[in-house]
């Protein structure tokens, strides 16, 4: 009888890891001349774009699409969310969610108010519950009913859609949130999943960036040279409002030297369009022509 284990074993190293979803969120204010950016650096010890430069956001929870969820959160014209899919949901409970545990703002309302909970609410909400959600204790419908809390999706602005590459190890299936941020809610990193953050503008990430002063991954880069084609929040909010999302999803090419290439759908509208596969790993070559 032969042995088909080692064939066995090849075809599971040649098949693709599934993608987790996750979420990110692009919190933003205007500044004196422009407007920023808050950005956070990721541990050293986290397995996935360790040190890097990076967006408040997070792979999502199975709980973060409890249907029951969905009366909880309310858009601009008052409706709740139940004509969303559950993955619709969870992506968007889980961005909120990760944005009150990785930096302390929370996209929530007292249950029929129009304004975010203030500063004095959200230092209690913070101090009885974030620490709670981070360490999965509790979930976030559980949070929202305790606290008679509405998730303000009308405060999100779906901007971008990546998957990672189906040659890496780790995948994430990633959507990006842009969001007004609530001027009285200080966003600071946690401690414990990132160790800095700092707001900024566009000219200066790109800057940190180009100088290796920070690393930025491939896909945060591609996202901030977007979000700097417009020149304040409103703007931002707007021309992503009215443009269609498209998914990136790299291709892998190899070019007549051998190397080889990710290759972004042109449609997505980014500055990129064909890259070497280390950038992914924040390793774009300094100076590189813009292709």
């Not at 909120?96 to 129009?114: N, Q, Y």
């Not at 909400?125 to 009308?154: G, K, Y």
Request: a negative charge; proline letters at 5%.
């Amino acid at each position: 009888m032969s042995d088909d284990r080692p064939e066995k074993e090849a075809k599971k190293r040649r098949e693709p890891v599934e993608a987790v979803p996750a979420s990110t969120m692009l919190l933003l204010r205007d500044g004196d001349e422009t407007f920023e950016v808050f950005m956070v650096e990721r541990h050293h010890k986290i397995d996935f774009a360790e040190g890097a430069l990076v967006f408040p956001g997070g792979k999502t929870e199975s709980s973060d699409g409890d249907p029951a969820l969905a009366a909880r959160c309310r858009f601009e014209d008052g409706s709740t969310a139940e004509r969303l899919s559950t993955a619709e949901l969870a992506v968007r409970v889980g961005g909120i969610r990760e944005t009150f545990e990785e930096c302390g703002v929370l996209l929530a309302r007292p249950r029929g108010s129009d304004d975010l909970v203030d500063a004095a609410r959200l230092e209690k909400l913070a101090e009885q519950h974030r620490e709670s959600l981070h360490n999965n204790e509790i979930t976030m419908l559980q949070f929202v009913e305790s606290e008679d809390l509405e998730l303000a999706f009308d405060r999100l602005v779906f901007f971008a859609h990546w998957i990672t590459p189906v040659f890496m190890p780790k995948r994430f299936d990633t959507y990006f949130f842009l969001v007004d941020a609530p001027a009285d809610h200080l966003a600071v990193h946690d401690g414990s999943e990132s160790v800095d953050s700092l707001w900024t503008t566009i000219p200066n990430a790109l800057e940190l960036e180009q100088t290796g002063k920070r690393t930025i991954i491939f896909p945060t880069l591609e996202n901030i040279k977007k979000l700097g084609r417009s020149q304040s929040v409103s703007e931002a909010l707007a021309n992503a409002t009215r443009s269609e999302v498209v998914t990136v999803l790299p291709q892998l090419e190899t070019d007549d030297d051998g190397n080889r290439i990710m290759v972004l759908p042109e449609a997505a509208g980014y500055d990129t369009v064909r890259a070497p596969m280390e950038a992914l790993a924040g390793r774009m070559p300094k100076g590189a022509p813009k292709t």
